[in-house]
């Protein structure tokens, strides 16, 4: 399997721009996960799915972030308009019916000026 | 809500073992994983600790206490390339949530 796949990988935007980043998930996987991770904050759960069902968008900062899983395998992560406080690693992950064991992505570098 | 807690950085020497601990505050316990992140990669699923006890894969085992609401990851054998950050996570009423990370440097 190819595992998760991100994309872009980087992104290098101006401030106000939307910015939308793309996740494909192992294949049977029920759960998707989206994360952000900085320094200062660590690695934080911003929303996941479990069989493209939304479950907990409480992480999601604030309305600017939207998520969306049209089907099973492909997942978008949108910001809008986008800040320079939003500059971080966007992870990905996916995970079986256990989501303990969950199998993250690359990741996608946002810097946002 | 829930916290963790872990060291901020370790240190240890190439061939010896290392310890990292794990404490932890949840509403609604499940289990305890761990997971590795080289710099610049992605988190990577090291094993995870449902029951009280000692769970051992290769040179690395992972412990775990529940009354305690304790748990730690050890390594053995250290090796250079075992140089990353390692995350306990926890799952409690949300999948998971991780704590700020251990930097562990192996030394020669």
Same mark, same amino acid.
């Given at each position: 399997?190819?595992? $998760?796949?991100? &994309?872009?990988?980087?992104? $290098? =935007? ?12 192992? &294949?049977?996987?029920?759960? /998707?996960?989206?994360?952000?991770? =900085? ?5 934080? /759960? ?6 493209? $069902? %939304?479950?907990?968008? &409480? ?16 997942? =978008?992560?949108?910001?809008?308009? &986008?800040? %320079? ?10 995970? %079986? ?13 946002? =810097? $946002?000026? | 809500?829930?916290? *963790? ?10 061939? !010896? ?10 509403? #609604? ?9 080289? +710099? ?5 699923? *090291?094993?995870?600790?449902? *029951? +009280? #006890? ?13 009354? +305690? @609401?304790?748990?730690?990851? *050890? ?6 390339? +075992? @140089? !990353?950050?390692?995350?306990? !996570? ?14 562990? @440097?192996?030394?020669?």
């Amino acid at each position: 399997d190819a595992g $998760v796949i991100q &994309s872009p990988r980087h992104e $290098v =935007t101006e401030m106000g721009q939307e910015v939308t980043l793309r996740c494909k998930p192992i &294949s049977g996987h029920d759960y /998707l996960f989206w994360y952000r991770q =900085t320094m200062m904050r660590g690695l934080e /759960l911003l929303i996941y799915f479990n069989n493209n $069902v %939304p479950i907990d968008d &409480s992480g999601m900062p604030e309305d600017r972030f939207s998520a969306k899983m049209p089907n099973a395998s492909f997942s =978008t992560l949108k910001i809008q308009p &986008s800040e %320079p406080r939003d500059s971080a690693v966007y992870f990905c992950a996916s995970s %079986p019916v256990d989501p303990n064991e969950q199998y993250f992505g690359p990741g996608t570098r946002l =810097t $946002v000026t | 809500g829930q916290s *963790l807690e872990q060291p901020s950085e370790v240190t240890a020497v190439e061939g !010896a073992i290392v310890q990292i601990n794990c404490t932890y505050q949840t509403s #609604g316990f499940y289990g305890l994983s761990w997971y590795q992140q080289h +710099d610049g990669g992605a988190p990577t699923f *090291l094993s995870y600790n449902a *029951l +009280d #006890g000692l769970e051992e894969t290769g040179r690395f085992s992972s412990f775990l206490s529940r009354s +305690d @609401s304790y748990g730690y990851l *050890l390594l053995q054998e250290l090796q250079m390339k +075992d @140089s !990353a950050s390692y995350f306990c !996570a926890v799952k409690g009423n949300t999948p998971l949530v991780f704590g700020k990370g251990t930097r562990l @440097s192996v030394i020669a």
